[in-house]
């Protein structure tokens, strides 16, 4: 019995299910499997720390040694502030470019020998573009050489106890000789971000998007993205050469308080800065920071005074006692003064007579001493007798 014919429309059925499990099969289009969360990317060294009081609110392995490759121009910035505000140098000097300087690779505006621009200039080129023939330029300027303005840098991070660190350049490329290369920690490159916080100009430079030199033919862009996408972000300094990996060191300020994240060692630019961001928003969104006294404030009860005309006296901050709690912890927070029930006169103005605590449970948080708030001059025999004064 002869077979019936197949008919068309079942045959071009068939033809488009093959052909659709070939399409499958040569672009990878099935359903896909459900995977596992992959992992974080390794981060050599992270830490978040609060900017007024230095509380450490996060931290792995702070203290390890790194290349921090273009943060060194941290303490290079520093040093120039330090001497603009003691009157040795000023933003308006005139800085000639050496053959030395015109030859710097990497990051770099491109000096040529002979070039002149202001001091104030080339601190822009440094922290807003990481400029590396600036840093040498600067250097030579203020110390007539490279060396000997990195005996300044290393002088100047032994007064700060930056005990991990060891500087080698002025602008953080790697050792072309094979010689040592400079060496910090996550810890060190916060304790350096306090001290150039200091300095508004330092932040104003940091939170550049733009600038431009040599009367707009050469643009600035700062090296920073976190001034483009995390708000409050005004510095610092970010640092990469392959050995270091993908550096920075960055601060911001919401809500009158400030937090500085260091990140060292990040396998791309992107981690550096997405960890970043993930511990400045910790920081910001987690903690809260509290002022239980303010500098000259009266704190304690009254004191009475003896052999004076005044009879009275509240002692007073000798400064500012602030603490960053994590959120919702703040009522555990108690304020304890220790000063004496009496004074006897005279007693000066900031002498010390006791002290100001903050406290959680039984663990002192942060102190501040307890001092006179003002001159009490001692009274003679006669006023006694006549019960002019307290006795």
């Known amino acids: 019995m002869p077979r019936k014919p197949v008919r068309g429309g ?7 299910c093959l052909c659709g499990v070939v399409s499958l099969a040569e672009t990878g289009e099935r359903k896909p499997r459900r995977q596992a969360a992959a992992e974080p990317p390794p981060i050599e060294s992270v830490l978040l720390m609060e900017a007024e009081t230095g509380a450490i609110l996060y931290a792995k392995d702070i203290h390890k040694q790194r290349a921090p490759a273009s943060m060194v121009k941290m303490m290079v910035m520093l040093i120039v502030m330090e001497k603009v505000r003691a009157g040795e140098l000023h933003l308006s000097d005139i800085i000639t470019a050496s053959a030395h300087a015109s030859k710097m690779g990497g990051s770099q505006i491109y000096l040529r020998e002979g070039e002149t621009f202001t ?20 250097a030579e300027h203020i110390s007539g050489t490279v060396e000997g303005f990195l005996d300044l840098m290393n002088e100047r991070a032994k007064a700060l106890n930056l005990r991990d660190s060891h500087f080698a350049t002025v602008h953080g490329l790697p050792p072309s000789n094979g010689g040592p290369g400079d060496l910090t920690s996550a810890h060190d490159m916060a304790l350096l971000a306090r001290e150039l916080i200091k300095y508004p100009e330092i932040l104003l430079w940091g939170s550049i998007k733009e600038d431009s030199l040599r009367d707009g033919k050469f ?17 610092i300094k970010t640092g990469f050469h392959r050995d270091a990996g993908f550096n920075v060191t ?20 992107t981690v550096r800065f997405d960890e970043a961001k993930r511990l400045l ?9 509290v002022v239980l006294a303010r500098k000259d404030a009266p704190v304690g009860p009254e004191i009475v005074v ?9 002692a007073v901050a000798q400064d500012d006692l602030s603490v960053v709690v994590k959120k919702g912890m703040e009522k555990q927070l108690v304020l304890d003064v220790q000063v004496p029930a009496t004074l006897p006169a005279p007693a000066h103005r900031g002498q010390e007579i006791g002290e100001v605590r903050v406290k959680q449970h039984e663990q002192t948080l942060a102190k501040t001493a307890a001092i006179v708030p003002e001159e009490i001059p001692k009274v003679g025999l006669m006023w006694r007798l006549f019960g002019r004064v307290s006795r």
């Open 10 to 16: 079942m045959l071009w059925a068939l033809v488009f």
């Open 119 to 138: 001091l104030e200039e080339l601190m822009k080129a440094i922290a807003i573009g990481s400029a590396n023939d600036a840093c040498v330029a600067v």
């Open 219 to 235: 643009v600035l862009t700062n090296t920073n993205k976190l001034v483009y996408h995390f708000s409050g972000v005004d510095g």
């Open 250 to 269: 960055a601060t911001a300020q919401r809500d009158g308080w400030r937090l500085i994240a260091v990140v060292m060692g990040a396998p791309s630019s």
């Open 281 to 289: 928003a910790m920081g910001f969104n987690g903690f809260r920071k």
């Open 306 to 314: 003896s052999g004076s005309t005044i009879r009275k006296i509240r």
